[in-house]
């Protein structure tokens, strides 16, 4: 069955850098978008970053474009994000999660997805 988990979550010092994993299984990379989404408590989870499965195509939210990267690893199927110049609002729990292709257009909104992993705790405080 479908299958992600997260791993590389931590603790940083504002201005740090962290690398996220998100190890799939039970599918291709080429068969769905992989979304990474972050959620604090009492707030709805935020689209961060998608990768298409397709054609590799790399979308980013306003609030960290230019800090994020997404990129995947299809021999390993695992996708990362590299986020750099971490602030304390980027603290969050980081989910990576599938969207359908069709869907990719929305792959922002938290309702797309279609399975999830467990989610990585990352904490930016000095």
């Known amino acids: 069955q479908v299958q992600l988990v997260e791993s590389g979550g931590g603790l940083v010092q504002p201005g740090g850098s962290l690398r996220l994993s998100c190890a799939a299984s039970g599918f291709t990379l080429d068969a769905y978008a992989i979304v990474w989404f972050r959620q604090v408590p009492g707030k709805e989870r935020e689209g961060v970053s998608c990768?298409?499965?397709?054609?590799?195509?790399?979308y980013y939210a306003d609030s960290i474009k230019g800090r994020f990267t997404i990129s995947r690893d299809n021999a390993k199927n695992t996708v990362y994000l590299l986020m750099n110049s971490l602030e304390p609002e980027d603290t969050a729990v980081y989910y990576c999660?599938?969207?359908?292709?069709?869907?990719?257009?929305?792959?922002?909104?938290?309702?797309?997805?279609?399975?999830w992993g467990q989610g990585t705790q990352v904490t930016v405080s000095s």
């Open positions: 999660a599938t969207v359908d292709p069709l869907y990719r257009n929305t792959w922002y909104l938290p309702s797309t997805p279609d399975y």
């Open positions: 990768i298409s499965g397709s054609d590799g195509s790399t």
